[in-house]
Nanobody, 123 residues
Framework: VQLQASGGGLVQAGGSLRLSCAASGRTFTFSSYAVGWFRQAPGKEREFVAAINRRGGSTYYADSVKDRFTISRDNAKNTVYLQMNSLKLEDTAVYYC???????????????WGQGTQVTVSS
């Protein structure tokens, strides 16, 4: 499974961005995978941001992004999205998407990882 994250950029505090995570692979069924978003700021450990289960019926969020970020998926397009609103300076990080055949949830041990996209929030 290959994952390609995109949509990062420079945005002012209070603004919005939408990240996309496109999955591909020779023999895989995207709807069999839970997908999560993670981020890593300079000098900090990677942290969980959000996750969505295989069919999109269940979502999970870190407390720091709850009510501001929304994760969604379109299995027909093999893509997961992260809509980020009311961005704060502390949201600045490299954002990664990851996929796993196991259940979605607040965990870091996903099997497949994308390359990351930079999100920078300015004042």
């Amino acid at each position: 499974v290959q994952l390609q994250a995109s949509g990062g950029g420079l945005v002012q505090a209070g603004g919005s961005l939408r990240l996309s995570c496109a999955a591909s692979g020779r023999t895989f069924t995207f709807s069999s995978y839970a997908v999560g978003w993670f981020r890593q700021a300079p000098g900090k450990e990677r942290e969980f941001v959000a996750a969505i289960n295989r069919r999109g019926g269940s979502t999970y969020y870190a407390d720091s992004v709850k009510d501001r970020f929304t994760i969604s998926r379109d299995n027909a397009k093999n893509t997961v999205y992260l809509q980020m609103n009311s961005l704060k300076l502390e949201d600045t990080a490299v954002y990664y998407c990851a996929a796993d055949l196991g259940p979605a949830g607040v965990r870091n041990n996903y099997d497949y990882w994308g390359q990351g996209t930079q999100v920078t929030v300015s004042s």
